[in-house]
C-alpha cells in the first residue's frame, strides 16, 4: 500500500455531481463513463438543459424518467471513482505484486441513496452502473464495491444522524438502521 491511510469513517458530499443545478457535470460523466449509455440525442440534451436553468423541474414522462435514472447512475459512478482506491501489478525482484492506493471498496456491503432521487426513487438501483467499473484511464483497477445492497434513506436524516453520531453513536446507528429502506 501506497500513501496515507484513509481514515475508517469517511463522509463526503459530490456537489459538482447533482442532477439539476450540475446535471451538465453528470451528462459529461456518463458520456466519460458509459458511452453505450448515452442517447446522444438533442432531447436528452434539452432536458439537460432545462434542469440546469431551473432545479425545480421534474420528470414528465418515461423519456424524461430515464435521463434522470441516467444522471444518477453516471454521478454514483464518478462518486465512487473519486473515492475509491487503485490497485495494480508491479513486476519486483521477488515476482509480481499488487500495489493498492487509496481505499479498498470491493467488501462494501451497503451503499445508501440520501436525498433527492437516490432516497426517493423506487425500484433505482446503481449496482449495474457500479459492478461494471473496471480500470481507470491509466489501467489500474478501481476498487469500487463488488457486491452488496442499496438501500434508500427517505427521510434524509442520514447527513443530520452523522452529525449526532460522535456523542451519541449507539442511537445514531439505531436510528439510521430503522430508517432505511430497500433500494428497489
Do not use: W
Not at 463522509?11 to 463513463?33: C, F, N, Q, W
Not at 462518486?79 to 509480481?96: K, Q
Amino acid at each position: 500500500r501506497r500513501g496515507l491511510p484513509e481514515p475508517r469513517i469517511k463522509r463526503t458530499v459530490e456537489g459538482d455531481l447533482g442532477m439539476r443545478v450540475s446535471a451538465r457535470a453528470a451528462a459529461e460523466a456518463l458520456r466519460a463513463l458509459a458511452p453505450s449509455d448515452d442517447p446522444a440525442d438533442a432531447e436528452f440534451d434539452r432536458y439537460v438543459s432545462k434542469v440546469t436553468a431551473a432545479p425545480e423541474t421534474l420528470p414528465n414522462n418515461p423519456e424524461e424518467i430515464h435521463y434522470d435514472t441516467l444522471l444518477a447512475r453516471a454521478s454514483i459512478a464518478t462518486s465512487l471513482m473519486r473515492h475509491a482506491g487503485r490497485a495494480h501489478e508491479v513486476c519486483t525482484a521477488d515476482g509480481l505484486v499488487t500495489m493498492q492506493t487509496g481505499r479498498d471498496l470491493t467488501r462494501v456491503s451497503q451503499i445508501i441513496g440520501t436525498g433527492g432521487y437516490l432516497a426517493n426513487t423506487l425500484g433505482f438501483n446503481p449496482s449495474g452502473s457500479i459492478y461494471r467499473l473496471g480500470a481507470d484511464a491509466q489501467g489500474k483497477r478501481i476498487l469500487a464495491p463488488r457486491g452488496g445492497q442499496y438501500r434508500r434513506d427517505p427521510d434524509y436524516l442520514f447527513p443530520l444522524l452523522a452529525n449526532i453520531a460522535k456523542g451519541h453513536p449507539a442511537a445514531a446507528v439505531q436510528k439510521g438502521l430503522q430508517s432505511l429502506t430497500a433500494g428497489s
